[in-house]
């Protein structure tokens, strides 16, 4: 436009009405009352504004203002607060918020809440398989549990069975060495079991064999531990007993189970057992030594009438 005059009127009239416009285009109001140079050092200075602040729009910066007014700056600064609207829903949709849409900007709202709805139903369909994945492994806990259960439990009594009995062995015969405590070991067997199923059937002797596993239970310690180690035989262990204590439970034990009502089939049926009892490391330092002392007090009870108790010696 060449140099600027000292005002509009000593500018051609061609060149003022351009200057007006501009000025006007940019700012909003006609610069009647201004030099020439004033105009164009506003203009100048609010191009430069709106320019850089573009600029930062464009790179993704929505956090300076604008300063200048007008009609260029009005779009831009509704540009700039909606991006900066946005810019915190995208925040909220990132913490989890999935319900935020927008209605402006046309059809980039329209994108914008597509991408917010397909979130939504992804997270939806995440969620759903983060439930059938926690269901699935309740499930397989559930099982491992029951396998486990299975693995270390007599199925008919609900007692430890043999393979149990070994671990259970090593871990309490550990801590008596540490303490120098005993550990007592009771064999059961019951009387005369062949004759209860050959009498009233196998039924009744599984009601026999449950009915000593339930009198088991309530007698010993929570400490103590019982197991079926075969057809009618039964072993619990007593850490931490004096032989004293094994024979007083041991006693119990008989003389509840010899009381136990298994129904009316069984009333006339006599149901009683017989107890060898030994003790680590006394009669023995392995499982199987232990064992074969209780089992020769158990026969030397066999031999004298049954149902009584009988400690190795």
């Not at 992804?122 to 806990?141: F, I, P």
């Not at 019951?190 to 009744?204: A, M, P, V, W």
């Not at 031999?303 to 400690?311: H, I, P, S, T």
Request: proline letters at 3%; hydrophobic letters at 40%.
């Amino acid at each position: 436009m060449g140099e600027p005059h000292d005002n509009l009127e000593s500018c051609s009239e061609k060149q003022c009405e351009r200057l007006k416009d501009l000025y006007e285009l940019v700012l909003g109001t006609r610069p009647s009352t201004l030099s020439g140079r004033e105009a164009l050092e506003q203009l100048y200075e609010a191009l430069g504004q709106i320019r850089g602040f573009a600029r930062s729009l464009a790179e993704g910066d929505v956090r300076g203002d604008l300063s200048v007014r007008g009609p260029m700056a009005g779009p831009l600064k509704s540009l700039s607060s909606s991006l900066k609207h946005m810019t915190w829903q995208a925040k909220e949709i990132a913490a989890g918020d999935l319900s935020q849409r927008i209605d402006f900007l046309g059809e980039f709202s329209v994108a914008f809440n597509e991408m917010a709805e397909r979130l939504d139903l992804t997270m939806s369909q995440l969620l759903a398989r983060e439930r059938d994945l926690s269901d699935a492994n309740a499930s397989l806990r559930i099982a491992h549990e029951q396998l486990l259960d299975q693995a270390t439990h007599d199925p008919l009594t609900g007692l430890f069975n043999r393979r149990s009995l070994a671990e259970r062995w090593a871990s309490e015969t550990a801590r008596a060495d540490r303490t120098a405590e005993l550990v007592v070991v009771m064999i059961a067997d019951l009387d005369k079991f062949k004759t209860i199923n050959d009498s009233c059937g196998h039924e009744c002797g599984d009601r026999v064999l449950i009915g000593f596993a339930e009198t088991l239970k309530q007698t010993i310690r929570a400490s103590d531990v019982a197991c079926r180690i075969g057809g009618d035989e039964f072993l619990v262990l007593l850490p931490g007993a004096t032989p004293k204590q094994g024979r007083e439970t041991a006693d119990r034990i008989r003389s509840a189970f010899a009381r136990a009502d298994f129904g009316f089939l069984l009333r006339t049926v006599p149901h009683t057992a017989s107890i060898g009892m030994a003790e680590y490391p006394t009669h023995g330092t392995t499982l199987d030594e232990v064992i074969r002392a209780a089992d020769k007090a158990l026969y030397h009870v066999k031999e004298e009438g049954r149902n009584r108790v009988m400690v190795a010696t």
